[in-house]
């Protein structure tokens, strides 16, 4: 889903990163990211074009719950809605009253940003990771489904940037404020209920 792309991520030039062999960059980016059960936080997104040129800027709310559940809203005039509960992904446009409705994992294989939802998924598998300070690059393999890379950025201990390259040029950068972590979400935060006359695409392959 194109939205994957550009609703998480991307910017400047890459850093040159440290000579930590990847399995152990991946295993320490792993370890920082456990601590972490739920994340909320303020966001500007900005969506650069291959000629540097800012094509796009949102701003919104997002929340983070382990082990896979992630809550994403930007506000008017360009407003849209992402909700994953864990199984299934929804993808709420309302100026075209549309819902995309998606397997949770098939998307997973797709964007590099829900791994920070979950340190056990096989997806993990198709990046190696590179460290340098409080930045870490992951990069796709050869056997990778989705030739996207992501960068992820630390304050201190506190997730502050993630920045998606969409391995056509395209640059998609998040910066975060307003960082809370390990606090309590309601419930309700990762359902999503398809609103009343909205046009629904499903995507899962059975349908559901």
Same mark, same amino acid.
């Given at each position: ?11 400047? &030039? ?6 930590v062999s ?12 456990a ?5 909320q ?42 909700v ?7 993808y ?6 549309q819902?995309?409705?998606a397997?949770?994992?098939?998307s ?24 340098e300070?409080?930045?870490y ?10 030739q996207q890379?992501l960068q ?6 506190t &997730? ?5 390259d969409d ?20 419930g309700?935060?990762?359902?999503f ?14 349908n559901?």
């Open positions: 889903m194109k939205f994957l792309t550009s609703a998480v991520v991307a910017s400047t &030039l890459l850093l040159g990163f440290a000579s990847a399995s152990e960059a991946k295993f320490e980016l792993q370890q920082r990211l601590p972490v059960s739920t994340l936080a303020d966001f500007v997104q900005q969506v650069i074009d291959p000629q540097g040129e800012l094509v796009q800027e949102l701003q919104g709310r997002l929340a983070m719950a382990r082990p896979n559940k992630f809550f994403w809203q930007s506000d008017a005039p360009n407003e849209l809605v992402l994953a509960d864990g199984t299934t992904l929804y709420f446009d309302p100026f075209v009253e819902v995309t409705v397997e949770q994992q098939a997973a294989t797709q964007s590099p940003f829900l791994l920070l939802l979950d340190g056990e998924t096989t997806a993990w598998a198709d990046y190696e990771v590179e460290v300070g409080n930045s690059q992951l990069e796709p393999n050869a056997e990778a489904e989705s890379s992820i950025n630390f304050t201190d201990e &997730l502050n940037e993630v920045i998606l391995g056509q040029g395209q640059l998609t950068r998040i910066v975060l404020s307003n960082v809370k972590t390990n606090s309590a979400l309601a309700a935060t990762f359902e209920e398809i609103p009343p006359g909205a046009a629904v695409d499903d995507q899962r392959g059975d559901e």
